[in-house]
């Protein structure tokens, strides 16, 4: 059975740096597509960044620059490193997981089956 357990959320004023890790069990980096989402209330889940199986990472374009994807083929584990976080960017963040997916490259919230539970980020002024 897949498992993914998030953490490294937190508070962060605006321009502050979190770094997200999400620890995977039951399934290998080697087949699998990984995936950050986030939600914020009252708003659709939304893409954040994915790697896939080849490295091949896909992030949304708001993010480019300030937010890494990578992954540790050792520890099974997907991290986000977030720089330069945004008042408007608190939601509740979730790694996916989809072993059909590991040559995906698209990066659909829709079509991952396995998720965490989320870890919250906060920006506060």
């Known amino acids: 059975q897949v498992q993914l357990v998030e953490s490294g959320g937190g508070l962060v004023q605006p321009g502050g740096s979190l770094r997200l890790s999400c620890a995977i069990s039951?399934?290998?980096?080697?087949?699998?597509?990984i995936g950050w989402f986030r939600q914020a209330p009252g708003q659709e889940r939304e893409r954040v960044a994915c790697?896939?199986?080849?490295?091949?990472?896909n992030s949304v374009d708001s993010v480019k620059g300030r937010f890494t994807i990578s992954r540790d083929k050792d520890k099974n584990t997907v991290y986000l490193q977030m720089n330069g976080l945004k008042p408007e960017e608190p939601a509740v963040y979730y790694c996916?997981?989809?072993?059909?997916?590991?040559?995906?490259?698209?990066?659909?919230?829709?079509?991952?089956?396995?998720w965490g539970k989320g870890t919250q980020v906060t920006v506060y002024s």
């Open positions: 790697i896939n199986s080849y490295v091949y990472t």
């Open positions: 039951g399934s290998t980096l080697d087949y699998a597509a």
């Open positions: 996916a997981a989809d072993g059909r997916l590991y040559r995906d490259r698209r990066c659909l919230a829709h079509q991952y089956k396995h």
